[in-house]
C-alpha cells in the first residue's frame, strides 16, 4: 500500500512538473509573438539607449525574439532540455540586470511583452524572478526522444527562428527590395517655398507636462531654407507618419544633431490640437512645425506620407519614404554640415 502511494505522488510530480516547464515554455513564446506585434517600438525602445545605431537594433530586436521562442519551445517540448534550461536561466538572469538599469532610467514601460502588456521594469523583475523559482523546480527533466528527431529537432528550430524575419522583415533588407526614392513635384514644391504655402509656423512650442498640455505661439511667415534641412511632410493622423516621425527624433536625439534643422510639414482636422497630439506620441519636441494647405501637400508629394525630403538651401537632393529612412542615410546627410552639432 505504501508503495502504490510513492508511485502516485512521483507520477503526480512528474505531471505538476511537466505542466510548469510546458507553461514557462509557452510564456516565453506568447511574449516573443506579442513582442513581434509591436515590433516597431521595440526596435526603438533598444535604440534608446544608445548602444547600437538603427540597423542593429533591427537586426538585434529579432534576434532575441528569435531566441525566446527557440528556447520556449524546447522547454515546453523537452528537446535539448538542459541546454534550453541553462539558457533560459542565463538570459532571465541578463535581462534582470538590464531592466535594474531600466529602473534607474525611469521607464514606464520595458516591452518584455510587447505594447499589449505594459509591464514596468520592477513588475518584469519580478516575473523574471517568479520564472527563475519554477525552472528551479524542474531542473531535473528528461528529454523527448522520437523517431528522426535529428533530422526533425533542427529543422523546426530552424523555421521558428526565421519567424520574426520573415512575418516583420527588418527594414535594413526590407529596403533593398522595396523602398524607392519619392516622386516629387518640385515645380509647385519651389512656389511653395516662396509664396508662404507653409503658412503657419511654430517657432515656440513648450510642454507642460504636470497638466498635459502644449502652448503654442504660431506665426506666419515663408519658409527660409539655409544649409542642410529635413523636411517631412506628414498627417498628422497617420500612424506611418509618427513612427517615421518618432524614428527621426531619436535619430536626431542619439547623434547630437541640431533640431532647428528638422522641419515637418503637416496637416490634420483640427490644428494645432492634432498637432500637439502628434508631436506628444513622437516625442518630436524640438522640429520646427508648420501647416499646409492639404491639396498643395498631397500636390508636392504626390499623395505619399511620410515623404521625407534632404535640402541643400532650397534645392532638393533627395527624397525618400518610410522605408528608406535609416539613420545612416540622415548621418551622412549631415556630416558636411558647416554649421555645429549641439548637445539637445
Same mark, same amino acid.
Given at each position: 500500500?505504501?508503495?502504490? &502511494?510513492?508511485?502516485? =505522488?512521483?507520477?503526480? +510530480? +512528474?505531471?505538476?512538473? *511537466?505542466? #510548469?516547464?510546458?507553461? #514557462?515554455?509557452?510564456?516565453?513564446? /506568447?511574449? /516573443? ?17 544608445? #548602444?547600437?545605431?538603427? *540597423? ?14 527557440? /528556447? ?16 533560459? @536561466? ?49 531542473? =531535473?527533466?528528461? =528529454? ?13 528550430? &530552424?523555421?521558428?527562428? /526565421? ?5 516583420? !522583415? !527588418?527594414?535594413?533588407? $526590407?529596403? +533593398? ?8 513635384? *518640385?515645380?509647385?514644391?519651389? +512656389? ?6 507653409? $503658412? ?65 510639414? &503637416?496637416?490634420?482636422?483640427?490644428? !494645432?490640437?492634432?498637432? $500637439?497630439?502628434?508631436?506628444?506620441? %513622437? ?15 498631397? =500636390? ?6 511620410? %515623404?521625407?525630403?534632404?535640402? @541643400? ?15 545612416? *542615410? ?5 556630416? %558636411?554640415?558647416?554649421?555645429? &552639432?549641439?548637445?539637445?
Amino acid at each position: 500500500m505504501h508503495l502504490n &502511494i510513492s508511485t502516485h =505522488n512521483m507520477k503526480a +510530480k +512528474k505531471i505538476i512538473f *511537466t505542466i #510548469i516547464s510546458v507553461a #514557462i515554455g509557452l510564456f516565453f513564446i /506568447a511574449s /516573443a509573438i506579442l513582442k513581434i506585434f509591436t515590433i516597431k517600438e521595440f526596435e526603438l525602445y533598444i535604440y534608446s539607449y544608445g #548602444i547600437f545605431n538603427y *540597423t542593429l537594433c533591427t537586426l538585434f530586436a529579432r534576434c532575441l525574439i528569435a531566441f525566446e521562442m527557440c /528556447a520556449g519551445l524546447c522547454l515546453a517540448l523537452k528537446w535539448w532540455y538542459r541546454l534550453a534550461w541553462w539558457l533560459m @536561466q542565463i538570459s532571465l538572469l541578463g535581462f534582470t540586470v538590464f531592466l535594474i538599469f531600466a529602473q534607474l532610467r525611469g521607464d514606464a514601460n520595458c516591452h518584455c511583452m510587447g505594447d499589449f502588456v505594459e509591464l514596468n521594469p520592477l513588475q518584469s523583475m519580478i516575473k523574471n524572478f517568479v520564472i527563475m523559482a519554477l525552472l528551479l523546480l524542474v531542473r =531535473n527533466q528528461e =528529454n523527448w526522444n522520437f523517431k528522426f528527431e535529428k533530422a526533425i529537432k533542427p529543422l523546426v528550430v &530552424i523555421i521558428v527562428a /526565421a519567424v520574426p524575419f520573415f512575418v516583420a !522583415p !527588418p527594414e535594413v533588407l $526590407y529596403n +533593398k527590395f522595396y523602398s524607392s526614392d519619392s516622386t516629387i513635384n *518640385t515645380p509647385i514644391l519651389e +512656389k511653395a517655398l516662396t509664396d508662404s504655402t507653409f $503658412y503657419n509656423c511654430y517657432p515656440t512650442i513648450r510642454p507642460n507636462y504636470e497638466y498635459d498640455s502644449t502652448t503654442f505661439v504660431a506665426e506666419q511667415k515663408p519658409m527660409i531654407l539655409q544649409g542642410r534641412n529635413v523636411l517631412m511632410f506628414a498627417h498628422a493622423g497617420c500612424k506611418f507618419c509618427r513612427e517615421g516621425a518618432k524614428r527621426m527624433s531619436m535619430f536626431f536625439r542619439e547623434n547630437r544633431l541640431d533640431r532647428n534643422k528638422c522641419k515637418v510639414i &503637416i496637416f490634420g482636422n483640427y490644428p !494645432p490640437l492634432s498637432t $500637439y497630439e502628434f508631436i506628444k506620441a %513622437t516625442e518630436g519636441f524640438g522640429f520646427e512645425y508648420r501647416e499646409i494647405n492639404p491639396i498643395i501637400s498631397l =500636390n508636392i508629394v504626390d499623395g505619399q506620407f511620410p %515623404t521625407f525630403l534632404l535640402m @541643400q538651401d532650397d534645392s532638393l537632393v533627395r527624397s525618400f519614404d518610410l522605408w528608406g529612412l535609416e539613420e545612416s *542615410t540622415i548621418m551622412d546627410f549631415f556630416e %558636411t554640415e558647416t554649421d555645429p &552639432i549641439i548637445n539637445n
